[in-house]
């Protein structure tokens, strides 16, 4: 019988669609690049091989994200990709809009513990002899550790597969302590110097231009909140909300009409994006969070972690409301 490692590949879908995203919308050196996962799973593969001696035969290849509407619409070439590549896509609804203000209102489900239960319940459930022994993780949250760990105490190697990124806006990096505890790591990174070998090369398609994910979603008309002593509910129409970054402008004016606010005028990061979204209609490019603007524009906002993040204008500089979107 053909000695050979099964291995099981699981991609924690919103971490691995922040690459893909950073590649092809962000760029590298004015590059930017579409990902091959077909063979970025190949070459994964012949790595194992090299290092196990033994050939490399993926028994499933999974992927598990929250998703909706407008993120499907964005991720068609995300998924194109998956698809040719034979993974099976593993979907978690986020809910899209708040029943009360019809704002998007995002939130998934537990992402990280559907691929606790559904790799514990594969393994456990397989006879002795059909188990994986090897698990290739896509992922860089911390959360996932346990797991690792788990599966190493039951002798399946575990090879962790990451990517450390800075973009304008924010960074993305893996949990140290993941990446502590599996028997391998993989920078895919790295590939993108590397690109010599034939096989890496292939991983990459080069595109002509950045692909841009701010798109503009449909009017919504939601029933009006009944009050005691109102009238009867009517419907009240939203503007469309679009994707789009809060200019310095916008922050520092939603910062001043806020009426709630600590003794040292700080107001809650959290009540500053509700009231940014009511306000403007724009809604952040999924990704990017408000604490991400706020921490490259410094010099024009102050913040604090306790007892909660909050914010407020520096004394130094008072964005004006005609600022623009934030440089590039």
Partial sequence: MEDITRALLVMDGGYVRTWYKHLAGDGIEGNFYSINFGHLIRHIGALIEKDSGRRCVFTAKKLYMGTNSEIDFQNRTFYRSLDDAGVQRHTFPLRERDEESGYPALKEEACDTTIVYNTAKEFFSAGTDNRFDMFVLFAGDGDLTPL????????VTVTVVYYDFKTPFSTTRASQKLLESADKVIN???FLTERVDRNIIDIFRKLEEPEVYAVRRPTVRVAAKRF??????????????VYALYTPGEIAEAIR???????????LVAQL???LEHKTGKVLPFGIKLKDILTRHAQDFETKELPAYSVRLT??????EQEGVPDD
């Fill in 188 to 190: 895919f990174g790295a």
């Fill in 257 to 267: 009409e806020i009426p709630r606010k600590d003794g040292e005028g700080y107001v």
């Fill in 273 to 275: 994006g509700t009231y």
């Fill in 148 to 155: 690792v760990q788990g599966l190493r105490a039951e002798g």
């Fill in 315 to 320: 004394e130094s500089r008072i964005p004006s």
């Fill in 228 to 241: 005691p002593g109102s009238a009867a509910e009517t419907a009240r129409t939203f503007p469309a909300p």
